[in-house]
């Protein structure tokens, strides 16, 4: 009979990374999620987004001022 064992830790090991992969995935999306929104401020600066996709992106209220908040953003 044969043994199993290097198939196994292939498949083993293939799991490890599809785990390793979505871990990594995870820890980086609020950091993408802060570049976005930079991004966003600094087109709306350029005067290429408008102010309602700007606050429609960024969910806040039609109210408040976008300049001041862009800055806030783009400082942080």
């Known amino acids: 009979m044969r043994s199993n064992f290097r198939p196994n830790i292939r498949l083993a090991s293939?799991?490890?990374l599809v785990i390793a992969t979505f871990a990594i995935v995870l820890k980086l999306k609020p950091i993408a999620q802060v570049y976005q929104e930079?991004?966003?401020c600094?087109?709306?600066?350029?005067?290429q987004v408008n102010?309602?996709?700007l606050t429609k992106r960024l969910k806040?209220?039609?109210?408040?001022?976008?300049?001041?908040?862009?800055e806030a953003i783009i400082k942080s």
């Open 60 to 70: 806040i209220l039609k109210q408040a001022d976008p300049s001041s908040i862009c």
């Open 14 to 16: 293939n799991i490890l």
């Open 51 to 53: 102010r309602d996709t």
């Open 42 to 47: 600094i087109k709306y600066i350029k005067h």
């Open 38 to 40: 930079k991004n966003l």
